[in-house]
């Protein structure tokens, strides 16, 4: 099948194997269309449909237009498009600014640009706007993947500036894209030095909270029947840890978060509390069950931290930045709005709210009025027959493991008076169903009790024995306070889900796929731990490099640098001394020595282990005369078909014909051995 003439010239003109047959700026906007598409590829899962549609159309009919050969469109569809892109823009996000209507108007602004590119400087300025546009993904993501990305569409956007360099009969792609990752790769030490110790900048990327956390997902500072469950099907990352020695088992597992003492009847909310430090709760247990870990929690722009119940020591963060409130709940004074690393020590055997006292329990036996009329008169019941809490807690319990309860993530509506729709009628639910319910049980007997959310479980990576804990492992439980023991945990969707506690939602998830496809590949499970074992390196090392972990490097290497100043100083220097190590190694005059001398005094050098040594002033044919008469017959023919190259080489010749003349000339001086 033969291509149209048109197509096939097109085609090699990516090569730059056309020279006149092709105009030069031609040949140039095609390989830059090519990195375009890598810019513009990391946006397309973040903007609109129709944005991204947009650019792509444009971009066909630039595509069009270029292999065609066909005019440019004119000024005024131009403006009447940039108008059109504008108005939508502004009418889906209500505003040109910010993050996500900006990277709209940025991708769209490009697609356009490329209808008006006729000088080499218009070249040059989509260019930079691509360099310009790569540096926007990382406001939605700077996962390995995105560096990966970013780090090839950089790749041929230097490729494409080189080639705008080069004559009209341009190298080999393979050449262009060596030299280009030549270049990135001398660019390494400086980029190195400047990731260490450039100072880092407090808080995220992108400045606008609204814009920079809106698609975050976690606990949320309420909860409602169902809230939770939309979490189970999220294997977005919540937080990871890291052991100092055996973990404990993932049925102990509870990573404790959001409190909540306050019912509505619908809704649970925290109960209010001041702003101030208050002292911290009196948590008793032995040294024995004491773990040490540490957590890298993902940012979710809430004032939460996570920890093992129950927590007893916590490092590695701003002194007086992590507050241990009165309900063992760990917050922070400033929303977590960028990846933060801290270490915890917890004891998982414990007793802890022993000091509570009777005006303090008040608040955690608070039910609203005129709900659940039925759930009530259950509670009333079951304290006339039974005084001992224990044992009331244990008939609860066993109410929910005996009767036909259901563990469902698709849990069915409630009505008005949830608590009594879900225990005597649709008896489906989700954590937070069991929890509440149990809660409101608990308190209409006159036990203090109160909802505890956070997550459950985690799933270990044998890689690099971290584990992960998904937003899928969010969880809901409840406290009761009995006199002699404190706050005692009750989980009751261990009554009803057991599997859901010892073996964790991830296994429970893995094991229905399983089952509903009929297939189980351990191959994938080990290539997906080894994903996650990089992707966790990634954010450990890199993205986790913030200002204490620099200051501890640092203090190491032996600098104790207390401001920003301190640091511009020191990176000053560093490059200061990386560019004049550079300069003494590469600025130093040096001769290009010409290959055709290169294959001559090789040539010596083998004389010479024959006992020929060329004197200072001998010409070839005088070294060659000496040798007739200690080199043997085979060897003679050999040398004088070298000599005669070589002068044929060096003092005329063609110079079309010298790279076959060099290349001759390296095969005899290769193949003589005296």
């Known amino acids: 099948m033969r291509l149209p003439s048109g197509l096939r010239h097109s085609l090699l003109a990516l090569g730059g194997r056309l020279g006149e047959q092709w105009e030069r700026d031609r040949r140039d906007t095609l390989f830059l269309m090519g990195a375009i598409l890598l810019a ?26 270029v292999m065609s050969g066909r005019w440019l469109p004119r000024d005024s569809v131009r403006w009447v498009a940039a108008l059109a892109c504008g108005a939508a823009v502004f009418a889906n996000y209500g505003t040109l600014l910010g993050r996500d209507a900006g990277v709209a108007l940025l991708v769209l602004f490009l697609g356009l640009k490329l209808m008006e590119m006729k000088a080499r400087r218009d070249l040059f300025v989509v260019i930079f706007l691509c360099f310009f546009l790569l540096l926007t993904a990382f406001f939605y993501s700077q996962t390995m993947m995105t560096a990966a990305l970013t780090l090839l569409a950089v790749l041929g956007l230097m490729t494409t500036m080189l080639t705008m360099q080069f004559g009209r009969r341009e190298v080999a792609i393979a050449a262009r894209f060596k030299a280009a990752g030549s270049l990135l790769l001398q660019a390494l030490p400086i980029a190195a030095l400047f990731f260490l110790l450039f100072p880092r900048l407090q808080g995220p990327l992108w400045g606008m909270p609204e814009d920079a956390y809106s698609s975050r997902t976690g606990l949320s500072e309420s909860m409602s029947p169902g809230r939770i469950a939309d979490l189970a099907g999220s294997d977005e990352p919540a937080f990871r840890v890291l052991f100092d020695g055996a973990s404990p088992d993932p049925a ?7 409190v909540f003492g306050r019912f509505d009847g619908l809704e649970w909310t925290p109960l209010t509390r001041p702003l101030a ?52 709940q760990l917050v922070t004074r400033e929303r977590v709005n960028q990846r933060t690393r801290y270490s915890l020590e917890s004891m998982t055997q414990y007793r802890f709210g022993m000091n509570e006292t009777p005006a303090s329990l008040r608040n955690w036996l608070e039910l609203p009025a005129s709900f659940n009329p039925k759930t009530l008169a259950l509670a009333a019941d079951w304290r006339e027959q039974e005084h001992d809490p224990e044992r009331l807690i244990a008939r609860a319990l066993g109410m929910f493991h005996a009767e036909p309860f259901r563990y469902t993530m698709q849990p069915p509506l409630l009505g008005r008076d949830t608590v009594d729709d879900f225990l005597f009628g649709t008896r489906a639910g989700f954590c937070e169903h069991y929890a509440s319910a149990f809660v409101v049980l608990m308190r209409a007997m006159g036990m203090p009790s109160r909802v505890v959310t956070g997550y459950q479980g985690g799933e270990l990576n044998p890689v690099d024995n971290f584990w992960l804990i998904r937003q899928a492992d969010a969880h809901a439980w409840a406290e009761v306070w009995l006199a002699g023991r404190g706050w005692v945990r009750v989980d009751p969707t261990a009554a009803v889900a057991p599997e859901r506690i010892e ?34 390196a990634w954010n450990q090392w890199v993205l986790s490099y913030d200002t204490s972990r620099q200051q501890r490097l640092l203090a190491r290497l032996g600098f104790a640098l207390d401001s920003w100043q301190d640091l511009v100083g020191l990176l000053s220097i560093g490059l200061a001394l990386l560019l004049a190590g550079v300069a003494l190694l590469t600025l130093h005059p040096r001769r290009p020595r010409d ?72 095969i005899l001086v290769q193949s003589f051995k005296p």
């Open 40 to 65: 513009v590829v990391p946006h397309v899962a973040h903007l609109p449909w129709w944005a991204a549609t947009g650019f792509f159309v444009l971009f066909v009919w630039r595509f069009g237009l």
């Open 252 to 258: 102990q597992m509870y990573w404790r978060g959001p």
């Open 277 to 328: 430090p208050l002292p911290l709760p009196s948590i008793e247990g032995d040294g024995a069950s004491t773990v040490r870990y540490t957590i890298t929690l993902e940012p979710n722009n809430r004032p939460w931290l996570f920890a093992l119940e129950a927590p007893v020591r916590v490092d590695k963060l701003p002194a007086g930045a992590a507050l241990l409130m009165p309900d063992m």
């Open 503 to 536: 073996r964790g939602s991830r296994a429970i998830q893995r094991a229905r796929h399983a089952d509903l496809a009929g297939l189980d590949f351990p191959i994938f499970e080990g290539l997906r731990f080894n994903l996650q074992a990089m992707s966790n």
């Open 595 to 666: 290959p055709v001398e290169r294959c001559y005094a090789d040539f010596c050098d083998r004389m010479a282990a024959a006992g020929i040594v060329r004197a200072p002033h001998e010409t070839p044919r005088q070294v060659l005369a000496r040798a007739e008469r200690l080199l043997e017959a085979p060897q003679m023919v050999r040398a004088r078909r070298f000599v005669a190259l070589y002068n044929a080489l060096r003092y005329g010749g063609a110079p079309s014909a010298r790279r076959e003349g060099v290349r001759n000339l390296r």
